[in-house]
């Protein structure tokens, strides 16, 4: 008896041994690992994990003795700091992750957070612009450029991308998402999580991206970054959600949640966003870090009384890590001794947490991403640079075009260009751009020269803003200042075709960068208007974060472009499809509204009771007194250097799917590409449904004379909705399909779909 009893005991104990070292076996399982290491930590380090700082000295110099910086490296030496962001470079890096894996009891890894927004030094165009591309493939490649960079300079985590639907272009952070639109938005949010992460995590050239803001920031009462949001659960089931569904299809590895109430409640301690939809309906396995101190702002919010009880209401409601409160680091212990937090929800954000460390492979080798040799030869390399030009180019609209102002001629035309963004190597870079070299972008006036060599006329014609501008400071806008305006009078006199590139410098959409006026900054528009009178054969560049109403230029110049923030190598990608070495492709992915009135302004609106009246003149209706219900560019319109015709529309019904087909013709002599669309009308259902809904789309390239047939399968997934409750549902019925290369289609037919 007593040696079977020996046996047990030394069996328990060496499997115990060997669980403790269970976690450092790369051949057990991920889950077995994090067991095994969760087993040995105590309640301070696991709540160490759920701790995220801000970078908080210059690692390479002496570490900080006093005040909040000493807490905070006492803290990180002690175990208790789970991740840092805006700690960036190899060096630096290296330095704070020896810390945690050399002086720490357990030597846990930290993650280094990033805001990689869209691109790291080398920029590529704001996402907004990129959205306009339609091109999934070319998204997912520029992530995983920009993942690829980032990870060179050591860092494994980026808040991005940021899937927030929007239909408000008062809003600052517009440049930062896809659009107002769910469909083209989920497909645009999967391919920049596959772009970031890749297939494999614990590749160094790969990190973990984050699903943000968790939900509803995009519809900010009035346009007005960090403000209240009410919506109904219509709008949040079919139009805020699934963008963020989708990134978990696509296996995102951790979310953000947001700085806004959503219906009365902060997100940071919405229980029915973070467990209730997120954790528990979406069954999501990955990590919930705050934004920026949005745990303790909820007592700003009059939602918590102190940072105590904030951060009680947060990890209850699921927020994983702590974003710059020091809310959890302070409380969450004393929390757990009183009773007021279950120590099982410490456990599972920190298994949470530790389970994308260990994806990661930061368990195996903390310093692979610490790889000087790397850090050389890929930041700012070519091919990053390269795939930033071909993504910029792929992103540029063409709105207008008249008189085949456009392209330009190579030769035999005395072309000026003029404004002060022409020449901007700043602005283009958006303000998403902290890891970015001041003045690195290709200014338009770069790119041009290398068509027009020194012949080409330059004037600034006006400042577009006043002073210095950076990621904190308001920008202040020259109102007044004409003064340049005579040298550009001049020079447009000489030309035969002015180039104008007016909009917003860099800094003037992004966060916290919300405005009531979305006319041409300044006095730009009298620019234009002043240039026009001496010579009208103008081409307007629109450099800008956001839709902007530009009414006057719409009525009275011959071409318009479109060309967003494009990052490093805008000047370049402007100038090719300037001068036809690119036909433009691009496609809003955002209306443009006539006046700032009409927003929120979308193309997937209701019908409502009364669209129209037909007496003239009864005012009775949905309409403006003052104003067309139109905007000025829909959704996703976009011109070619070419023309296509659509015809021969066919729908039919297979079993639960409707089969679409269309033939789409290049009429022209130039290739081009097209983003045929597919919209449908769901006429009479259990809730409204919109008067149209993209549920599909194929950017194809159709050579000179060329026809090519279109397909597209319609299933439950596109033709159901979500209801009241949140149950997604398919009903039988009438639906009009829509096909065109804009949300002002050009075929449509209607068919009677039996479920
Ligand atoms: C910011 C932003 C968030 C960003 C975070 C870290 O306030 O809201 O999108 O990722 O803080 O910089």
């Not at 803290?75 to 470079?89: A, T």
């Not at 299933?715 to 002002?744: A, H, P, Q």
Request: with cysteine.
């Amino acid at each position: 008896m007593k040696k079977i009893l020996a046996v047990i005991i030394f069996i328990v104990f060496t499997s115990c041994k060997n669980d403790k070292n269970l976690f450092k076996d790369p051949s057990a399982s991920i889950d077995q690992r994090v067991e095994s290491l969760l087993s040995q930590m105590t309640l301070e380090e696991k709540i160490g994990q759920m701790n995220q700082y801000n970078g908080f000295w210059n690692v390479t110099g002496p570490s900080p003795k006093n005040g909040e910086q000493a807490d905070k490296y006492d803290h990180l030496k002690n175990g208790l700091v789970g991740s840092m962001l805006n700690v960036r470079g190899v060096k630096d890096v290296k330095a704070v992750q020896k810390i945690a894996v050399e002086e720490t009891r357990l030597g846990i890894p930290l993650i280094i957070g990033f805001d990689v927004i869209h691109g790291y030094e080398t920029l590529s165009p704001i996402p907004l612009a990129e959205s306009a591309s339609w091109d999934l493939e070319a998204i997912k490649k520029s992530a995983e450029m920009a993942a690829e960079e980032a990870a060179a300079a050591g860092i494994n985590w980026t808040f991005a991308p940021m899937v927030d639907i929007s239909r408000d272009a008062r809003w600052g952070r517009v440049m930062e998402g896809a659009g107002e639109d769910p469909f083209l938005g989920s497909k645009i949010a999967m391919a920049r999580v596959q772009g970031f992460q890749g297939e494999d995590l614990s590749d160094p050239r790969t990190i973990a991206a984050c699903a943000k803001h968790f939900a509803g920031y995009g519809f900010s009462e009035s346009g007005k970054d960090y403000n209240t949001v009410d919506v109904g659960t219509s709008t949040l089931y079919n139009i805020i959600f699934p963008p963020f569904e989708a990134t978990i299809k696509a296996d995102v590895k951790t979310f953000m949640n947001s700085f806004n109430e959503l219906n009365g409640i902060p997100a940071t301690g919405n229980a029915y966003l973070q467990r209730e939809i997120l954790k528990d309906k979406w069954n999501y396995k990955g990590f919930v870090v705050s934004d920026w101190g949005s745990i303790i702002e909820m007592k700003v919010h009059g939602f918590a009384k102190d940072l105590n009880q904030a951060a009680e209401i947060a990890v209850n409601a699921g927020s994983d890590m702590d974003m710059e409160s020091y809310a959890y680091v302070k409380e969450l212990a004393s929390l757990v001794k009183d009773g007021k937090v279950s120590e099982t929800l410490i456990d599972d954000a920190a298994k949470r947490i530790l389970r994308v460390k260990f994806e990661l492979g930061l368990f195996e080798d903390p310093y692979k991403y610490c790889d000087e040799t790397r850090e050389k030869e890929i930041i700012g390399s070519a091919k990053i640079h390269e795939a930033s030009l071909d993504m910029a180019k792929k992103c540029i609209v063409l709105l207008k075009n008249e008189n085949n102002t456009l392209p330009l001629k190579k030769e035999g035309q005395k072309i000026a260009l003029i404004g002060a963004l022409a020449s901007d190597k700043n602005s283009p870079l958006g303000s998403w751009r902290i890891a970015a070299k001041d003045n690195s972008a290709v200014s338009v006036l770069e790119g041009m020269q290398q068509y027009t060599g020194n012949k080409l006329m330059y004037a600034k014609g006006a400042d577009v803003s006043l002073g210095k501008t950076d990621f904190i400071t308001e920008v202040y806008i020259n109102n007044t200042d004409k003064s340049d305006f005579a040298e550009a009078i001049s020079v447009a006199k000489k030309a035969d075709v002015v180039v104008m590139v007016l909009g917003e410098v860099g800094y003037q959409s992004g966060e916290g960068r919300s405005s009531t006026n979305l006319d041409l900054p300044g006095v730009q528009e009298d620019l234009l208007k002043a240039i026009h009178k001496v010579n009208s054969n103008i081409v307007l560049v629109l450099n800008n974060g956001r839709p902007l109403t530009i009414n006057w230029a719409d009525n009275n110049i011959p071409a318009i472009v479109e060309a967003w923030q494009l990052g490093s190598q805008s000047g370049n990608a402007i100038a090719q499809v300037l001068y036809g070495d690119y036909n433009p492709s691009g496609k809003l992915p955002m209306s443009f509204p006539r006046n700032v009135g009409q927003i929120p302004i979308y193309y997937n609106y209701k019908n409502t009771g009364r669209p129209t009246l037909p007496e003239k003149d009864v005012v009775f209706w949905s309409h403006y007194q003052d104003e067309k219900n139109t905007p000025l560019y829909p959704f996703g319109h976009g011109l070619s250097y070419a023309n296509f015709s659509y015809k021969d529309l066919l729908v039919q019904q297979e079993n639960n799917t409707i089969k679409v087909s269309v033939n789409v013709s290049n009429t022209s002599k130039l290739k081009g590409k097209e983003v045929v669309q597919l919209y449908i009308q769901d006429l009479f259902a259990s809730i409204t449904r919109p008067v149209k809904e993209l549920k599909g789309f194929n950017l194809i390239e159709i050579q000179p004379g060329e026809t090519k047939k279109i397909e597209f399968t319609l299933t439950e997934k596109e033709l159901g909705f979500y209801d009241n409750s949140g149950k997604f549902i398919v009903e039988s019925g009438e639906f009009k399909i829509f096909v065109g290369g804009s949300s002002i289609t050009t075929l449509d037919t209607s068919i009677d779909f039996k479920i």
